[in-house]
């Protein structure tokens, strides 16, 4: 791809004649595979312009950064018309064929993915080049990093094939990981806390990776530091051993710190004794590194949400003898108020979806917990891949609040699938659902914030068809509103029943509370019921259902901190067959302990007369007391479950993230039971057991193992509830 240097110094004698002549022709020579089409538009010159000089330059450079051409000449011809450009130009080969040799870990099939080329493409050199790194990096994360990965190419008539020669070297494994100075913590210890892993087949691999081995060195600095190690220097050595590598983590622990006076300083606005604390430190204790800059992050919270957007809080050490007195300097800055509203990014939801989960307005005093609030509602829609919210100042004391989204591809979804629970047993799904719907907008109906959905449900003991549709800001105000049109079949072991109704919601959102009502008129009948001296038959249902919901949970799908409390009464008596009042209440608490979040749920519920049974309160499993049968809990009669007018149930969970807000390991203990009037309260039943749950649209996943502490004889104390569903 070299220019002929004769060519180019006649070009530039003879620019100064050229360069007042205008192009009358510009020929292409040489493309075999590239048209012409093609080329003119990689390039700006054109027939019946001035000649430029550097214009030409530039258009041979663009071609040439294209990777099609291999050699590019070109010739200026003077004409009575004006001036001819010739271009003249050689491509680059055709890939026939890619071979691969020596691959054994991966199969052809899969490397030619990776490689980023196809056959009867262009051979493009640097695309290839990056193509084999991609593989050697495949190599490298199965444990193969001197890998040798080489190429040659073999060329005839305007085609080439490429012969990829591999050779994988065996993989390379972890015989032993060795720990020398290590005084204050055993080498068991230290082993938890690193990736890298010592061969033990059929289960740890044992790959070595250079990178983990270096996060490794870190993981085991910052553990050091966090219990007080200030100095710690930590190295490693690799060598080879008879069957694999050994792995050496030299440490000089150096000495022992303690944290001395701490200190605040600067412009502390409010009491020393508030804003201590937040200081995790405590006097006399080892001193921890991780501690101090949480401490840093509190200080720096603290402010954020009392308006101090801009506080700085700067650390300040000194060190005597074994210990470190702190100071913490603050100066928080002027307070910042809202100015304006700026949206970006959203190409679909229109800019009044976004604002109104903005819990700042312009005039505002902007705080972190505001921002951070505005962040989670924007979340919780679930319309957007990324989300970034922050002031961008004016001027003193004024801030444009930025929100920065990127949209997801799709938040209409055509879900096909399936799933598994205890009660439900395996089901089969198709929906057609939209989160982000406008009615208004056709053809397209989308970025309006509505929701609507069309589900069928078919198993082995349900059959449900479902319509909903919900506009959460009427009039573009807080007020939300929507139908539901349902045939729900239900097969229990006992009766199967069948409901056919509508409902109509309606209700008005504040700040934290919720007044909803919804009208329920449905018509259930009850069939195959095998339990004496109960009847089969049909009941219409006409009922008014008032709840009030006071809810200040940092998030609504992803609760960290915070309270949700719902109080509900179902009046049944407007018409129809039924006369009852069902009153529930229910309440979830959430509280962070550093890594961990504890949640507790409160249920209860009462219904204030004799009811059919598909209207009574029922326990047992996921959502009541787990560690006993679905629905098993409550009175009896000849050996039947029939539910109960009174129901409690308390849940409490520990929830230690195993992936960010997607994946929780749980452990729990339940309490509670149903029971057929007020007067067995008392008779509560306890479960305990672990679990896991995976918070992820469209694939929800709780598997618990629970143990029933007050099992009845003769019943099995320990049982699995899962609850599983999926779309794809």
């Not at 073999?154 to 020398?180: C, R, T």
């Not at 913590?185 to 990736?195: G, H, N, Q, V, Y």
């Amino acid at each position: 791809m070299k220019i002929k240097k004769a060519l180019l110094v006649l070009f530039i004698l003879n620019f100064p004649l050229f360069s007042s002549l205008k192009i009358s022709k510009i020929n292409i020579i040489g493309n075999k595979n590239i048209s012409e089409e093609k080329i003119f538009l990689i390039m700006k010159m054109r027939k019946g312009s001035d000649f430029n000089e550097e214009m030409l330059k530039k258009d041979i450079e663009n071609l040439i950064k294209t990777g099609y051409f291999r050699k590019i000449d070109y010739s200026i011809e003077e004409t009575e018309e004006g001036l001819m450009v010739n271009i003249k130009l050689e491509e680059n080969p055709i890939i026939e064929k890619i071979n691969f040799e020596g691959n054994k870990v991966f199969k052809t099939k899969k490397l030619k993915n990776l490689i980023g080329i196809k056959e009867g493409e262009i051979l493009i050199k640097e695309k290839l080049e990056e193509g084999i790194e991609k593989i050697k990096n495949e190599y490298y994360k199965k444990g193969y990093p001197l890998c040798e990965i080489g190429y040659e190419i073999k060329e005839s008539e305007g085609k080439s094939v490429i012969f990829i020669k591999i050779n994988e070297k065996g993989k390379i494994f972890v015989e032993k990981i060795l720990f020398e100075g290590n005084e204050k913590f055993t080498s068991k210890r230290l082993k938890k806390l690193i990736k890298t892993k010592e061969r033990r087949m059929p289960f740890i691999k044992g790959t070595y990776k250079e990178e983990t081995l270096k996060a490794d060195v870190e993981k085991i600095k910052n553990f050091y530091t966090e219990n007080g190690f200030m100095e710690v220097k930590v190295d490693q050595v690799v060598e080879s051993g008879e069957k694999g590598l050994i792995v050496k983590f030299l440490i000089n622990e150096g000495k022992i710190y303690y944290t001395g006076d701490i200190k605040l300083e600067g412009n502390l606005i409010f009491d020393i004794e508030e804003v201590k604390k937040n200081i995790l430190l405590k006097e006399g204790e080892v001193f921890n590194s991780k501690k101090n800059e949480e401490s840093i992050r509190n200080l720096h919270q603290f402010y954020s949400d009392k308006g101090y957007i801009k506080c700085n809080v700067e650390y300040f050490p000194e060190v005597k003898e074994n210990k470190i007195n702190i100071t913490y300097f603050i100066e928080p800055e002027s307070k910042y108020y809202t100015e304006e509203i700026k949206i970006k990014g959203n190409r679909i939801t229109k800019d009044k979806v976004i604002r109104r989960e903005i819990k700042i307005e312009p005039g505002d005093e902007i705080t972190g917990e505001k921002i951070r609030k505005s962040f989670n509602n924007l979340r919780d829609t679930n319309y957007f891949e990324e989300i970034k919210i922050y002031p961008e100042t004016v001027e003193e004391g004024k801030a444009n609040i930025i929100v920065d989204v990127k949209e997801r591809e799709k938040t209409g979804f055509f879900l096909i699938g399936g799933g598994y629970s205890s009660i439900d047993k395996f089901i089969g799904m198709v929906s057609i659902q939209q989160l982000n719907f406008d009615i208004t907008n056709p053809p397209k109906f989308v970025g309006g914030g509505q929701q609507i959905a069309l589900t069928f449900e078919i198993g082995s003991t349900k059959r449900n068809y479902m319509f909903s549709f919900t506009e959460p800001y009427l009039f573009d105000r807080p007020v939300y509103f929507g139908p539901d049109i349902y045939r729900l079949t239900k097969i229990w072991d006992d009766w199967t029943e069948r409901a056919t109704g509508f409902d109509l919601r309606i209700g008005r959102r504040w700040e934290n509370f919720t007044l909803g009502f919804k009208f329920i008129s449905e018509n259930t009948e009850l069939t195959d019921i095998e339990i004496p001296f109960y009847e089969e038959g049909e009941w219409k249902k006409n009922s008014l259902v008032t709840s009030l919901t006071f809810s200040n949970l940092d998030s609504e799908r992803f609760p960290k901190k915070g309270d949700k409390l719902r109080f509900a009464i179902e009046y049944a008596g407007i018409g129809g067959d039924l006369n009852f009042m069902k009153t529930t209440i229910e309440n979830h608490y959430y509280y962070p302990f550093r890594n961990i979040i504890f949640h507790s749920k409160t249920l209860a519920g009462y219904i204030d007369r004799d009811v059919p049974l598909y209207e009574r309160f029922f326990g047992g499993g996921i959502g009541t007391v787990r560690g006993y049968i679905e629905r098993g809990l409550g009175p009896k009669e000849y050996g039947y479950n029939v539910g109960g007018n009174v129901i409690f149930a308390q849940n409490f969970e520990i929830l230690y993230p195993l992936y960010q807000d997607i994946f929780y390991g749980i452990l729990f203990f339940d309490i509670g039971n149903v029971f057929k009037d007020w007067s067995g309260i008392d008779e509560l039943k306890k479960g305990i057991g672990i679990g896991i749950k995976v918070n992820y649209p469209f694939f929800p996943i709780e598997i618990y193992y629970g143990y029933g502490l007050d099992a009845e004889p003769g019943e099995k104390k320990g049982r699995f509830h899962i609850g599983i569903s999926f779309g794809f």
